[in-house]
């Protein structure tokens, strides 16, 4: 028996790796939902209504990753991301309102982001936000024009770690965390404008219409960087049905990343600034 242990810890690991090899697109769609106004939302909510928000994360959760793996099916088994494919089987009127939507979302998302950004810069170091947001915003275009897609992907898988940070800060606290599970399943809610306002914040920020053309995109560049033939089809039935059960293994994991670090941002500001009265940021 004693033997047999070292060889089993070895399948064990290859299994790991292999999985852990298998994340991409889901996994960094994932954690760019926590983006910079992603993570001002979720500390707002647990700032003003401390640990009675945690049940939002719950609901989010099936939901995003619902959709996400619907997003990123479409993208993979049609090599289409998702506009082309309403162009394919829409009125032009759809499609065109539809991107237009999706244009001002994105446009308000993004400046929100890159404002966040440089506040924080301006916080640590000093200086003009306004040039770190013009700084911010000219890095981002040049690495999406010069960069190759694979070196972008493999910089943003391990960058994702970033996030835990927000893990590490509940752990550091002591929590009540009989307390936590209460509230989080058994929220002590007084229903108001504000409240619903919140509420709306958070299912906004969190299942963002950006996160499915861009998971939908990822998985296109997937297909035509590793999974095609010459004539740039899946090689084979068999391995279009690995990769569907591929992106449902990343989807999952992604989206469980994302609303885990969102539950920690949550229950770390509830614990400390709205702990500590301080219920507006």
Same mark, same amino acid.
């Given at each position: 028996?004693?033997?047999?242990?070292?060889?089993?810890?070895?399948?064990?690991?290859?299994?790991?790796?292999?999985?852990?090899?298998?994340?991409?697109?889901?996994?960094?769609?994932?954690?760019?939902?926590?983006?910079?106004?992603?993570?001002?939302?979720?500390?707002?909510?647990?700032?003003?209504?401390?640990?009675?928000?945690?049940?939002?994360?719950?609901?989010?959760?099936?939901?995003?990753?619902?959709?996400?793996?619907?997003?990123?099916?479409?993208?993979?088994?049609?090599?289409?991301?998702?506009?082309?494919?309403?162009?394919?089987?829409?009125? *032009?009127?759809? #499609? /065109?309102? +539809? =991107?237009?939507? @999706?244009?001002?979302?994105?446009?308000?998302?993004?400046?929100?982001?890159? $404002?966040?950004?440089?506040?924080?810069?301006?916080?640590?170091?000093?200086?003009?936000?306004?040039?770190?947001?013009?700084?911010?915003?000219?890095?981002?275009?040049?690495?999406?024009?010069?960069?190759?897609?694979?070196?972008?992907?493999?910089?943003?898988?391990?960058?994702?770690?970033?996030?835990?940070?927000?893990?590490?800060?509940?752990?550091?606290?002591?929590?009540?965390?009989?307390?936590?599970?209460?509230?989080?399943?058994?929220?002590?809610?007084?229903?108001? *404008?504000?409240? #619903? /306002?919140? +509420? =709306?914040?958070? @299912?906004?920020?969190?299942?963002?219409?950006?996160?499915?053309?861009?998971? $939908?995109?990822?998985?296109?560049?997937?297909?035509?960087?590793?999974?095609?033939?010459?004539?740039?089809?899946?090689?084979?039935?068999?391995?279009?049905?690995?990769?569907?059960?591929?992106?449902?293994?990343?989807?999952?994991?992604?989206?469980?990343?994302?609303?885990?670090?969102?539950?920690?941002?949550?229950?770390?500001?509830?614990?400390?600034?709205?702990?500590?009265?301080?219920?507006?940021?």
């Amino acid at each position: 028996m004693i033997g047999r242990w070292p060889l089993r810890a070895r399948r064990w690991m290859r299994r790991s790796q292999g999985r852990i090899g298998r994340l991409g697109p889901g996994l960094i769609t994932g954690a760019a939902d926590d983006d910079p106004s992603g993570i001002a939302t979720y500390s707002q909510a647990g700032a003003r209504y401390g640990y009675s928000m945690l049940w939002s994360v719950l609901f989010t959760l099936p939901l995003m990753a619902a959709i996400q793996i619907v997003s990123a099916r479409i993208g993979y088994v049609t090599g289409r991301g998702l506009a082309a494919n309403i162009r394919k089987h829409f009125p *032009r009127p759809v #499609l /065109l309102g +539809v =991107v237009g939507l @999706l244009l001002a979302a994105n446009t308000l998302n993004i400046s929100a982001d890159i $404002a966040a950004m440089a506040e924080v810069l301006r916080l640590l170091l000093g200086g003009s936000a306004h040039v770190y947001a013009i700084t911010f915003g000219l890095t981002c275009l040049v690495m999406q024009v010069f960069l190759p897609y694979a070196s972008v992907v493999r910089w943003l898988k391990w960058l994702t770690l970033a996030l835990l940070a927000y893990v590490a800060v509940a752990f550091s606290l002591q929590l009540d965390w009989w307390l936590v599970l209460q509230r989080t399943f058994l929220p002590e809610l007084v229903w108001s *404008r504000e409240l #619903l /306002l919140t +509420v =709306v914040a958070v @299912l906004g920020t969190t299942i963002s219409p950006y996160l499915f053309f861009w998971q $939908a995109a990822q998985e296109v560049e997937e297909r035509h960087l590793h999974h095609r033939s010459s004539d740039g089809e899946p090689r084979s039935l068999a391995q279009v049905h690995r990769h569907l059960r591929r992106i449902q293994w990343d989807t999952n994991v992604g989206m469980l990343f994302s609303n885990l670090v969102a539950f920690f941002i949550i229950l770390s500001t509830a614990a400390t600034l709205h702990a500590s009265g301080i219920t507006s940021i």
